[in-house]
């Protein structure tokens, strides 16, 4: 069983930055692709960001192109997210899940492993 952990967030200002970090207990987090996604209370889960088993790829929802980046280090079974330029529209629950998938996937249903969360604050 995959165990995933986010940490790193937090409250900013309008903005700001923050760097998410999603820790993987297991050592074949190389062997699948990986993904972030957030949840405003009320809404359905939605995609942010994904990357390719080996990093060589990434894919962006358009809402957050051009301001966050995702990242993975295989060698520390460790995953990120850079966020920069924080609109208030960026606060939620971020989450961090792995899927069995090497390509990059953007779905819900196609990520086999979630973490707990972890909440994004942005203040206007």
């Known amino acids: 069983q995959v165990q995933l952990v986010e940490s790193g967030g937090g409250l900013v200002q309008t903005g700001g930055s923050l760097r998410l970090s999603c820790a993987s207990s297991?050592?074949?987090?190389?062997?699948?692709?990986m993904g972030w996604f957030r949840h405003y209370s009320g809404k359905d889960r939605e995609f942010v960001a994904a990357?390719?088993?080996?990093?060589?790829?990434?894919y962006y929802a358009e809402s957050v192109k051009g301001r966050f980046t995702i990242s993975r280090d295989n060698a520390k079974n460790t995953l990120y997210l850079q966020m920069n330029s924080l609109k208030p529209e960026d606060t939620a629950v971020y989450y961090c899940?792995?899927?069995?998938?090497?390509?990059?996937?953007?779905?819900?249903?196609?990520?086999?492993?979630w973490g707990r969360g972890t909440q994004v604050t942005v203040s206007s």
């Open positions: 990357i390719t088993w080996n990093g060589g790829s990434a």
């Open positions: 297991e050592r074949t987090f190389s062997s699948g692709s």
């Open positions: 899940a792995a899927s069995l998938s090497p390509a990059v996937v953007t779905m819900v249903r196609e990520y086999r492993f």
